[in-house]
Structures are given as C-alpha cells and as structure tokens.
C-alpha cells in the first residue's frame, strides 16, 4: 500500500519507518528542506536508539522516499498526518500544524484519500480537519471523497521502533466499513491488535492514556513524600502493590516527576478539553500538583541535609527527562540546574546525549563527558536520570574523587551494594 506520511518528527519518522518495515511503500512529507535532506542521507535530527539503521536499509531498497511538497499525498490512498500539536498559552493543545495541513492537503489532493490523524488532537478535531478539506474542496470546485479517521500513536522515545512495531494494541477511530478494511490492510501484520470504534472515543482515549499514566507516576510519587515521613520504602510499597495484577508495577516508580514532551502537555490539554466541557478534572489537577512540587520537594531535601548549597560544588548526573533519548523537553533535571545555579550553587553535569541542548540553556554549568569527571570534588551528587551507564558507574571510584559521598537519588535506581562508603538519599526512602 502507497501511505503518505505528514510530519517528519518523532512520530512521522518512526512510523514511515515501521510502515515501511512493514512492506508498505511510505511517502515521508516534511516542510523543513534541511530534513528532508538529512533524512534522504539517512541520517535522523533525533537520537533513537537502531531507527537510524533500519531507516536506511529502507532507503536503499527504496521502499521509503521523502518530499517537501504536499502534492506527494497523489501517489498515495492513505495519509497520515503527524505534525505537531504543542501547548499553547493556556494549556490548550495548537492545532495550528493540523490546521494548515488539512488545508494543504485540500488545495492538492487529486484523488480519494483516507486521512489518518496520529497527531494527538482535542476531542472534535477530527470534524475540522474535515471542515477544513471540505471547504478548500469547495472552493476548488471539486468533488472528491475523503473520510477522516483517528489512529493515535503510543510509542515511547528510547524505544520508539520497539513500540510501533509490538504495540499493546492499535486504536483507530472510524465507521466506515471502506475505512476499517484499508486499515485493517494497513496493519496487517498486527491484526488481532487492532480496536476500532469512533473517532471521539479514539481521539479521547489518547489523552486519557497518558493522563492515566500520569496519575499513576503523580501517586506514587506523593505515596513517596508520605513513605518518608511514616518509616516506609516506597519501592517496596510499589513493589507489592503492583503484584496485584490490578494494579500493575509499570508507571509506579517514584522519582523527580514525570517530562518530556507528552505528559505534561497532555494533561494540560486534557484539563482544558474538560474545562471547555464544564467539567472540573479535580483529580486532574491535582496530578499535575504533585508533578510541579515534586522536584522542588526533592530540592528542599537536597538544600536541608547539605545544609546550604552556595558555593558547594553540585554534579548532577543525567540531563535528558528519561534515559535512551536526547530530549531534554520538561526535563525535571532543567528545574534543578535553575535552582541549584539560583542557590550559587557550582554545578557540574554529565550525560550521555543531553549534554548539547542543556549547554544551549544553561552555558554557565561545567559539563563533563564522563560521569566520574563530574562528581570529582563534588560536595553532593544528584542522580537525575536513570542512564545504564550513570546507574552502573564505579561507585567506589567516585568515593575516592567526591569531598563529601552523599548521593540524592532522584530515581531510586542505584543498589545499596554499589554504595559502600555513601550517605544515600532516595526518593520516598532514606537509607545511611
Ligand atoms: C509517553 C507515553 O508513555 C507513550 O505511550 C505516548 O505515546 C507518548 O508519551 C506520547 O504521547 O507521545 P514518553 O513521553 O516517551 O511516552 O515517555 P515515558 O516513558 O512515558 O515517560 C514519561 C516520563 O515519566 C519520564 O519523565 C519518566 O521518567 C517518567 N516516569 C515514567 C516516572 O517518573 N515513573 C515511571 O514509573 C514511569
């Protein structure tokens, strides 16, 4: 099948590319001349662990080819459209990008075209994308047909390939029996995955996914806050909550809070869809209240044990908001860079991929290409990333570099083994 894919970011990439892994001949259309160029060299703007390498054995066979025009949807029956949907001021998702491809693809599209919306979208978005073609089609006019279906995307970054190509399941919000059969077409390697129903109820189960997911980071984390204060350690509270098959261990590991550009843009669009809708999503907001006071919690904690942080020399360790990805997009380690250089803090910083973005924010931080360079002479380390190679460093070595071994653990990930000779400060448990 000939698919045309809108939108060359995370999303747009690693789905022209599973797409295509996939047997389908993908049609990748992306504004920006520099990458289309980079990726017609095979070369990705973005760090994702093994899409590089199958990006371009597709190149070779050809089975993946990019444009910068619009018009290339005509050699194509389906399009995919994966532009952006930032926040905008209030909270409320931009469909600015949306808009202005619905538009483009009106102006050009010469043939019928099933219109798959993976950008995530407010409830409704669905019928003005589709008010938008209509009308250029009108002012065209041309009679062509079109139906406008939803197919949200749930991959995560750092295993963003992984996760298109064994999804949990494939939404896809349609009616109509043409529309169900090119899907199920589409993703027939994985058929028994695929759960069809209307485009609103797709369109919301996006949000509610990750607002879903959110909770579930946000109460662990204040479950964490309480752990301190009642003598109990929260990753064995989770632990043995998770093995309830109800309950699930996965999204329950307490930390600095949830980045990132997803959740946090997610739940702020999802409150305000509910806000629109007059409804107050109380549990809601407190999740994203729990989110924005975790890390200055964990700061708080950071300030009162070292008794003052001027002049004291910080290494945080791990920049990016998760590990396997060079994102630093919500990333909590921004905030605690921001106060630790606020406090007159000197701060040292290690991490594997975040190292370039982090220097255009903060050029005032010594950063290190090796993680024991940046503990050397350290007065307390901040572990805020869970990178292997963070979590696994010679913690005997650092012992002998830092001025005083105290170790914030800002994702519960190091072992007490490695940490003979360390002051341990985890989250939601404290351990000397
Ligand atoms: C998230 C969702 O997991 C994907 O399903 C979704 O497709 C994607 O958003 C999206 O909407 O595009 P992602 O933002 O890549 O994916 O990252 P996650 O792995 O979900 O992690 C998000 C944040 O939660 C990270 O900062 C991570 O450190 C934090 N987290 C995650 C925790 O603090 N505790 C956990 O137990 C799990």
Request: contains cysteine.
């Amino acid at each position: 099948m000939n698919v045309a894919v809108i939108g060359m970011g995370y999303v747009g990439t690693t789905m022209s590319v599973a797409l295509g892994l996939d047997g389908h001949q993908v049609f990748g259309i992306e504004k920006d001349k520099k990458k289309i160029q980079s990726l017609e060299q095979g070369s990705l703007p973005i760090y994702e662990d093994g899409l590089e390498e199958k990006l371009r054995e597709l190149l070779l066979s050809k089975q993946i080819s990019f444009s910068q025009y619009i018009s290339a949807i005509n050699s194509c029956s389906v399009v995919m459209i994966a532009v952006g949907t930032p926040a905008s001021e209030d909270g409320r998702a931009d469909l600015t990008y949306v808009k202005k491809v619905a538009s483009q693809i009106g102006k050009h599209m010469k043939s019928e075209k099933l219109i798959v919306i993976k950008s995530t979208v407010p409830v409704g978005t669905g019928d003005v994308v589709k008010q938008i073609i209509d009308q250029e089609l009108r002012r065209r006019g041309v009679d062509i047909p079109f139906e406008i279906i939803s197919n949200p995307e749930f991959l995560r970054e750092g295993r963003a390939l992984q996760d298109a190509r064994n999804p949990d399941r494939i939404v896809i919000g349609c009616t109509s029996s043409s529309a169900k059969k090119t899907m199920e077409a589409l993703y027939q390697s994985h058929i028994d995955k695929l759960y069809f129903t209307t485009v609103r109820n797709s369109e919301l189960i996006k949000y509610a996914s990750n607002a879903f997911l959110a909770t579930k980071i946000s109460f662990a984390n204040e479950l964490a806050r309480l752990s301190e204060k009642v003598g109990a350690n929260i990753t064995d509270v989770t632990k043995g909550m998770g093995m309830d098959n109800r309950i699930g261990t996965q999204f329950l590991q307490a930390g600095i809070g949830y980045g990132g550009s997803c959740f946090p843009k997610d739940t702020d669009a999802l409150l305000q869809i509910g806000k629109d809708a007059g409804i107050d999503f109380t549990l809601l907001q407190a999740v994203k209240n729990v989110n924005d006071t975790q890390v200055k919690w964990f700061l708080n904690k950071v300030e009162t044990t070292i008794e003052g942080l001027a002049n004291k020399k910080i290494a945080v360790l791990g920049l990016t908001f998760k590990p396997h990805t060079d994102d630093i997009r919500e990333s909590p380690a921004i905030r605690i860079l921001d106060f630790l250089l606020h406090k007159k803090a000197r701060v040292s910083a290690y991490d594997p991929k975040g190292i370039p973005a982090m220097q255009r924010i903060f050029p005032d931080v010594t950063y290190s290409a090796d993680p024991l360079e940046a503990v050397d002479q350290a007065n307390a380390v901040i572990l805020a990333t869970e990178w292997p190679d963070i979590v696994k460093m010679d913690w005997d070595m650092a012992l002998r570099k830092v001025v005083n071994p105290i170790l914030f653990d800002g994702r519960n990930v190091v072992e007490s083994h490695l940490l003979r000779g360390w002051d341990y400060y985890g989250v939601g448990v404290c351990v000397s």
